[in-house]
């Protein structure tokens, strides 16, 4: 929104996809190689999962790839 009315995107930015569970906070987390190529993590309660060129990761059968706290120390596990 801007002051004299009206909208616009922000250059530069893309919808990818919908949160896991947007009731609770998350960081996300760029990691920019250079003006073509970045990646990104969302990282929420007890779960990372990748963005790379432009989509989510995704298993061999669609699901979404993540991270999840297993409970032992804090290991992560892959799923």
Known sequence: MH?????????????IGVVKDAANLLRLVSCIYNNTQFDALEMGNGYIRSISD????????????????TGQGGVMDGR
């Open 3 to 15: 002051v004299q009315c009206g909208a616009s995107n922000r250059a530069g930015t893309q919808h």
């Open 54 to 69: 432009g989509a989510y990761l995704t298993n061999a059968d669609g699901s979404m790839y993540e991270l999840t706290e």
